[in-house]
């Protein structure tokens, strides 16, 4: 389960406890989004999706 893998991470000691996730899921309703957010992902691409959003997804979280 991605939510329990993220909570995992997240309890980790630094500086692994700030890995960047990129979640990669069905969900697209604002408040699926949200939580994704607020459970510690770093980004979300919603499926199907196309190359060029994963791309941005991984550029933004580089520059954060």
């Not at 607020?38 to 196309?50: A, C, E, Y």
């Amino acid at each position: 389960d991605g939510h329990e893998l993220m909570k995992a991470i997240r309890e980790l000691k630094e500086p692994l406890n700030r890995l960047p996730v990129i979640v990669i899921s069905g969900g697209t309703e604002p408040s699926e989004i949200k939580t994704f957010l607020q459970k510690g992902f770093s980004g979300l691409v919603s499926k199907p999706f196309v190359e060029k959003e994963l791309i941005e997804q991984i550029a933004k979280v580089i520059k954060a």
